[in-house]
């Protein structure tokens, strides 16, 4: 049985928000996107956040890895607080310690997964390991796909090769955003078994965003938002990644949410 780790309280989250405040102008209207949120995410986990439309769960992840300003309260990635940093430290910071995967790849047609791969390393004045490259492209999976461009790749192909780019860094904690929502079935469960395996296998840290009870019953953890709070933590020992009755209970409780 896997034993989910969250209860663990003497190692550093690999990354924690405190008292997270972030509010938009939209015209006349402010909106509370998030509302003195308090998170941990804990090393070796893996979390889904889901929420309705407008929760926050897009402002969470962006405000979480950096891509956005907080307007009140503190987010850590390790020990580091990144609100007190300068634009250019916390492009610094992202390169080497956080990892991204979208909905839409965002792989630069005209490269190769070996040059999609070795790109965000150049960007960050770093040498790339062709070693290195091809063992990340071998893990997910793509050993025979090295030197194909994406457009000859599936949708899920190069989803899988989004995800060995955003772990070729080694970065402290992966977020991705909607990562199976351009994908079929039998893609959306390659990569959710992916991002589960860097987990159980690598120890690395997932924080996932989606609409998806499915996709989500492959987390061990699983947070509700609305109107930029948190409002259930759903933890859970898992049977069968993707198993119907965990969906069915997760899908339950976002009607709750809803509601």
């Known amino acids: 049985m896997h034993n989910a780790i969250y209860q663990i309280t003497n190692e550093q989250p690999a990354v ?3 008292a997270a405040r972030r509010r938009y102008e939209l015209g006349d209207e402010t909106v509370d996107a998030l509302n003195d949120l308090d998170v941990d995410f804990h090393r070796r986990t893996f979390t889904a956040v889901m929420g309705p439309s407008g929760s926050g769960k897009s402002t969470l992840l962006q405000c979480a890895a950096g891509l956005d300003r907080l307007n ?31 909905q839409s790849y965002n792989l630069i047609d005209s490269l190769t997964a070996i040059q999609n791969l070795e790109l965000p390393l150049r960007l960050a004045g770093r040498k790339p390991e062709r070693s ?9 999976g793509l050993g025979d796909r090295m030197h194909h461009r994406p457009s000859q790749l599936s949708g899920g192909q190069q989803q ?14 992966v977020f991705a955003d909607e990562p199976t929502g351009a994908l079929d079935s039998a893609g959306s469960r390659s990569v959710l078994e992916l991002l589960r395996s860097v987990v159980d296998r690598e120890g690395q840290t997932v924080v ?5 009870p499915t996709a989500a019953s492959f987390a061990d953890r699983v947070l509700f938002l609305r109107d930029g709070r948190v409002v259930d933590d759903l933890q859970h020992h898992r049977g069968v990644p993707g198993d119907n009755r965990t969906a069915a209970q997760i899908a339950a409780r976002m009607a709750e949410v809803r509601a």
């Open 16 to 18: 924690r928000m405190r």
């Open 72 to 102: 009140g309260g503190e987010t850590f990635i390790g020990d580091v607080e990144i609100g007190s940093l300068s634009e250019k430290a916390r492009t610094l910071l992202r390169r080497s310690k956080v990892g991204f995967v979208f």
């Open 132 to 140: 290195r490259i091809t063992a990340g492209l071998t893990r997910v």
């Open 160 to 173: 899988r090769v989004a995800v060995a780019r955003a772990l070729v860094s080694g970065p402290e904690v």
């Open 208 to 212: 996932m965003v989606t609409h998806d």
